[in-house]
């Protein structure tokens, strides 16, 4: 006599995995669905300029920097504006004692007789040209020191052109002493903090 097993007994298992393939498919399904919606949620709007400003600019101000590098850090091509034979060579030599990375060097075009230096810099170099600004000039020379902005400028050196009434450079000890009595280096015209 052969015996036959129940049918409750048979049917269970492929039922089984059935519930357990339809369940994986469910679980599957609400993952992908998942994906798919932070991927739409974070994605940045095609029709949003490429970078947004940061928080406390307005429409047309730049962004800038006003962090102030250290002297390992800072960039500086350094220029003679004056008459006096190879001052942007004894000028570089200098910045490179007290530790400032030194790019181009050579002289300037346009003379500078009435003032210690020019420092023209853009949104990168806000601060630098601050700390640059400590090195050549006393605090009663500010009005000898022309800063020239460039907002489309993407470098972060300065360019330091010594002008006529340029004495000497500061050692550290006097740049940090300046840099305690100018402070924070301030915004140019039509910038804002980045």
Same mark, same amino acid.
């Given at each position: 006599?052969?015996?036959?097993?129940?049918?409750?007994?048979?049917?269970?298992? @492929?039922?089984?995995?059935?519930?357990?393939?339809?369940?994986? %498919?469910?679980?599957?399904?609400?993952?992908?669905?998942?994906?798919?919606?932070?991927?739409?949620?974070?994605?940045?709007?095609?029709?949003? @300029?490429?970078?947004?400003?940061?928080?406390?600019?307005?429409?047309?101000?730049? @962004?800038?920097?006003?962090?102030?590098?250290?002297?390992?850090?800072?960039?500086?091509?350094?220029?003679?504006?004056?008459?006096?034979?190879?001052?942007?060579?004894?000028?570089?030599?200098?910045?490179?004692?007290?530790?400032?990375?030194?790019?181009?060097?050579?002289?300037?075009?346009?003379?500078?007789?009435?003032?210690?230096?020019?420092?023209?810099?853009?949104?990168?170099?806000?601060?630098?040209?601050?700390?640059?600004?400590?090195?050549? %000039?006393?605090?009663?020379?500010?009005?000898?020191? %022309?800063?020239?902005?460039?907002?489309?400028?993407?470098?972060?050196?300065?360019?330091?052109?010594?002008?006529?009434?340029?004495?000497?450079?500061?050692?550290?000890?006097?740049?940090?002493?300046?840099?305690?009595?100018?402070?924070? @280096?301030?915004?140019?015209?039509?910038?804002?903090?980045?």
């Amino acid at each position: 006599m052969t015996t036959t097993a129940a049918p409750e007994t048979v049917e269970p298992r @492929p039922a089984r995995r059935r519930i357990r393939l339809a369940a994986l %498919a469910v679980v599957a399904g609400a993952v992908v669905a998942l994906v798919t919606t932070v991927l739409i949620v974070t994605a940045p709007d095609p029709t949003s @300029p490429p970078s947004a400003l940061p928080a406390g600019c307005r429409a047309g101000q730049t @962004p800038v920097s006003l962090d102030i590098p250290t002297e390992k850090q800072a960039q500086v091509n350094v220029f003679n504006g004056t008459a006096t034979s190879d001052l942007a060579g004894t000028v570089a030599a200098g910045l490179r004692d007290r530790g400032l990375n030194v790019g181009a060097v050579g002289n300037e075009q346009t003379r500078q007789p009435g003032k210690v230096a020019v420092l023209r810099f853009g949104p990168d170099a806000v601060g630098a040209a601050h700390l640059v600004r400590g090195y050549v %000039a006393e605090a009663e020379e500010e009005d000898k020191v %022309a800063f020239e902005f460039d907002p489309a400028r993407r470098t972060a050196d300065v360019d330091l052109v010594v002008g006529g009434q340029y004495k000497l450079l500061a050692t550290s000890t006097e740049m940090r002493h300046r840099m305690a009595l100018l402070g924070r @280096p301030a915004l140019p015209p039509g910038t804002c903090r980045r």
